[in-house]
């Protein structure tokens, strides 16, 4: 949008008419309100902004109602943000960024620097905890103690296709994820750590594995941490009815991982009938996809 064109989009609506239209959001009839909150959102992002002001309005309806439009354009903002950069043709996109773009489009109020001091904090902790002169299963097994014993991470076993499951900062704010979700967190600390340790998409299941020219090691994050050999990975897939297949425990490309993460999304809302949530995460996979 041009200079111009901010402006005559911020001048839509006087202050005697800014004035009416807080007064109109409070009215007790909720078609007054959904009629005025459709005025205001079909004016674009600006009439967002000027909005944004009232969000500590004394009147409990008047602010809820404000946050509530003030959301959908923050929200609006952070899926054009993400849709961006899943239509990055690189392969070598950053898949933690990506992570948390996803997450902004569901939760835009969150600090994505909040939730990266975090795991930098982990880090720290584990950078006090781990022998790195110790063999790979000795470090694996620091790591795990800290992430399910001490902290408490594991899989969510009462509600699987919960979408908090797949959303990052849900993840660590609830503790519980899905396989891929907990295998992020686990691989993101390990790049910190600078730990050889890639994610793993196997049929109907995501895991890491600790790859040197000596040695190597899968880790189960929905385990809580199990480690496995190519044996027992193996034995997995012909366990969930697959045929074994060499690209099925290879590592994948950032921008497979997060696909991967936009799909089991989409299913979960698809199996909650929330049809358009269903429908953003698709255009997600399609820019992915391209």
């Known amino acids: 949008m041009t200079p111009s064109a901010e402006k005559t989009s911020e001048l839509a609506f006087t202050e005697s008419q800014k004035q009416a239209l807080l007064t109109l959001l409070a009215d007790d009839d909720p078609k007054v309100y959904e009629s005025i909150r459709d005025t205001i959102i079909d004016q674009g992002p600006a009439a967002g902004e000027w909005m944004r002001q009232h969000r500590l309005e004394d009147d409990r309806r008047l602010r809820r109602r404000v946050t509530e439009i003030v959301s959908h354009f923050d929200r609006l903002a952070t899926e054009t943000e993400f849709l961006k950069f899943c239509l990055n043709k690189s392969d070598k996109i950053n898949v933690e960024r990506g992570a948390w773009l996803l997450c902004r489009t569901r939760y835009p109020e969150i600090s994505v620097s909040g939730y990266e001091a975090i795991l930098d904090s982990y880090v720290a902790d584990l950078m006090g905890r781990i022998d790195f002169g110790a063999s790979p299963g000795r470090i694996l097994g620091t790591i795990n103690f800290y992430l399910y014993q001490y902290l408490g991470f594991g899989g969510d076993m009462e509600d699987y296709y919960d979408p908090q499951n797949s959303y990052l900062c849900r993840v660590i704010d609830r503790l519980r994820g899905n396989p891929i979700s907990l295998s992020a967190v686990y691989l993101f600390i390990c790049r910190r750590l600078h730990l050889p340790v890639v994610g793993i998409g196997m049929p109907g299941h995501f895991i890491c594995r600790f ?11 929905f385990q809580r941490g199990k480690l496995m050999t190519k044996g027992d990975c193996i034995k997995m897939l012909i366990q969930s009815g697959h045929e074994y297949h060499d690209g099925f425990i290879t590592p994948v490309t950032p921008r497979r991982m997060l696909l991967r993460m936009c799909s089991n999304l989409q299913h979960a809302y698809s199996i909650r ?18």
């Open 273 to 290: 009938e929330k049809q358009s949530e269903a429908n953003r995460m698709q255009h997600y996979i399609v820019a992915l996809s391209r």
């Open 211 to 221: 790859q040197t020219p000596r040695e190597q090691i899968y880790i189960d994050p």
